[in-house]
């Protein structure tokens, strides 16, 4: 069974800039795998980030941008602030109608 | 403004069942692409069923055979029937539109969750 990995942690300065990545423990992700990403704080709902690997949701700043790099999707988020400190989940299309979340990335800015 | 509220959450023994509700406003619930996804305690999310606007449903094989997801048009809500429930399946349960207002498939708007606790 194909496993979506993401890094378990992860730590950015302030002003920084920082890449999160989302790829399979078999294959290489593409668009076609639909790569989106969502921010979620504690107790709190996720928040939509992007869709369709690069297409930002409502009021999402555009110091955050998605893209595929190499055989990953990826979420960079460009001059890292406070309240970025989040854990960040990318969900990927694997066919036949099934949706796989990665483990998510545990953002911290310090 | 599109709202999404899940109900119907609590607690039940192993092997009980449960089922959920997400109440729609805003949008027509039987247009859009709709999803579950649940988050256990401490832990990630992780997607749980899809039906498709046009009616097709899928699910996670940690599921598969014992959720059933649905739509009544006629409340407007989302369902999700869970049968045969067991301890891993303990998790606050999200109810979610398709991104691009319910256009893909991947989850866009989010409810609050329902917290669903399977414990004797």
């Known amino acids: 069974q194909t496993v979506v990995t993401q890094e378990p942690s992860f730590s950015v300065s302030p002003g920084g800039t920082v890449t999160l990545t989302c790829g399979l423990s078999?294959?290489?992700?593409?668009?076609?795998?639909?790569p989106s990403w969502y921010q979620q704080t504690p107790g709190q709902a996720p928040r939509t980030l992007f869709y369709?690997?690069?297409t930002r949701s409502s009021g999402v700043p555009d110091r955050f941008s998605g893209s595929i790099l190499g055989n990953k999707a990826a979420l960079t988020i460009t001059g890292a602030q406070a309240d970025d400190e989040s854990d960040y989940y990318c969900?990927?299309?694997?066919?036949?109608?099934?949706?796989?979340f990665g483990g998510g990335t545990k953002l911290t800015v310090l | 403004e599109v709202q999404l509220v899940e109900s119907g959450g609590g607690l039940v023994q192993p092997g009980g069942s449960l089922r959920l509700s997400c109440a729609a406003s805003g949008f027509t619930v039987s247009n859009n692409h709709m999803s579950w996804v649940r988050q256990a305690p401490g832990k990630g999310l992780e997607w749980v069923s899809i039906v498709y606007s046009g009616g097709s449903t899928y699910y996670a094989d940690s599921v598969k055979g014992r959720f059933t997801i649905s739509r009544d048009n006629s409340k407007n809500t989302l369902n999700l029937q869970m049968n045969s429930l067991r301890a891993e399946d303990t998790a606050v349960y999200y109810c979610?539109?398709?991104?691009?207002?319910?256009?893909?498939?991947?989850?866009?708007?989010w409810g609050q969750g329902t917290l669903v606790t399977v414990s004797s």
């Open positions: 078999s294959g290489s992700v593409s668009t076609t795998n639909y």
């Open positions: 969900v990927l299309y694997m066919g036949s109608g099934i949706w796989v």
């Open positions: 369709n690997t690069n």
């Open positions: 979610a539109r398709g991104a691009n207002s319910g256009t893909y498939l991947a989850p866009g708007s």
